[in-house]
């Protein structure tokens, strides 16, 4: 998959789908598919570097959009001076640079400095038909829809919901690994006080940019170049081990081998439980025995 920044020339005649696209949930996923019933090329615009932490890294909607048929992204930097550019010049500059042949946008899509610009203007400025798709909604609380938009999806991220989290970012058509909450990273060289215990573990860095569920224990599964295997994901702190430093730990159900240096995917899935301290790795072990049960049984 290309990638090119904005102002940069994209000389092949696509479809491109405008919004943020800080990861793909199912709004996003009806543009691209709205997109591709042109046969063109699919290009996407995603912006990068605004306020906050964001769903998913840079490296890890590479992964997503390439899953999801993109051809290329043009990346478009919200610290920059692009942030300052009013709507008109920024679709000027957009549509100049790269060979539109049809354009996609949501509803509620807005663009240029404070986000005056309309899809209506954009319709007004567009060298192409443009195709105006409404906005997907889920069931919210209380029963009341709601849009499925990225503020939402990380509300529940915060809340650790990670199963209505999931259901707003998994389609059918990309299925679980095309398009769930994950945490992608290297493995690294730890402590490697779990093997002394029979719960050998990944470990990952944080990623500083990347929004996390709570601390705590989670089921889930991980993805690594040897296969996919159901996962104990630890987000957090090792307070039986003295350890405060807040890393993402992983058992991998019925793995064996090295996987260090190796980019692993790691989807949380039901959260299991708060993290505490245990009186001995006796302790911790055979807690560990029982989340593994969990793990098998099917979250339950």
């Known amino acids: 998959m290309l990638t090119f920044s904005f102002g940069q020339n994209y000389n ?6 405008l919004g ?3 990861g793909l949930h199912l709004g996003h996923r009806r543009l691209i598919s709205e997109a591709k019933k042109t046969g063109l090329p699919v290009v996407l615009t995603a912006m990068y570097g605004g306020k906050g932490k964001q769903l998913f890294t840079k490296e890890e909607r590479a992964y997503l959009f390439a899953r999801a048929g993109v051809t290329a992204v ?3 930097s919200l610290s920059g001076k ?11 500059t957009l549509f100049s640079t790269v060979a539109v042949r049809r354009a996609v946008c949501g509803a509620d899509f807005r663009f240029g400095k404070d986000a005056a610009g309309t899809t209506e203007l954009l319709r007004s400025l567009a060298p192409c038909p443009v195709a105006v798709v409404d906005l997907v909604k889920t069931v919210g609380e209380r029963g009341r829809a709601r849009k ?9 991220l915060k809340r650790g919901d990670l199963p209505a989290l999931n259901a707003c970012l998994v389609s059918d058509a990309d299925g679980f690994y095309g398009g769930a909450y994950f945490v992608q990273g290297v493995v690294e060289h730890g402590r490697q006080v779990g093997r002394t215990y029979g719960f050998p573990t990944l470990n990952l860095a944080v990623p500083t940019e990347k929004l996390l569920p709570p601390d705590g224990v989670y089921g889930g599964l991980c993805q690594t170049p040897q296969g996919n295997y159901p996962a104990i994901v630890n987000f957090g702190a090792r307070p039986t081990f003295g350890v405060a430093e807040r890393k993402i730990e992983a058992y991998l159900d019925g793995f064996e081998g090295d ?3 190796a980019t692993v995917r790691v989807y949380p899935t039901a959260f299991f439980r708060e993290i505490q301290t245990f009186s001995s790795a006796a302790a911790l072990k055979e807690q560990l025995g029982r989340d593994i049960l969990r793990l098998r049984e099917g979250h339950r």
Do not use: N, Q
Not at 12 to 17: I, K, N, S, T, W
Not at 148 to 156: D, F, G, Q, R, V
């Open 20 to 22: 943020g696209f800080d």
């Open 259 to 261: 996987l260090y240096g």
């Open 82 to 92: 692009t942030r300052s550019l009013a709507a008109e010049e920024f679709l000027r």
């Open 148 to 156: 499925i938009a990225a503020s939402a999806c990380k509300e529940l």
């Open 74 to 76: 043009c990346e478009i």
């Open 12 to 17: 092949e005649p696509c479809a491109l789908v």
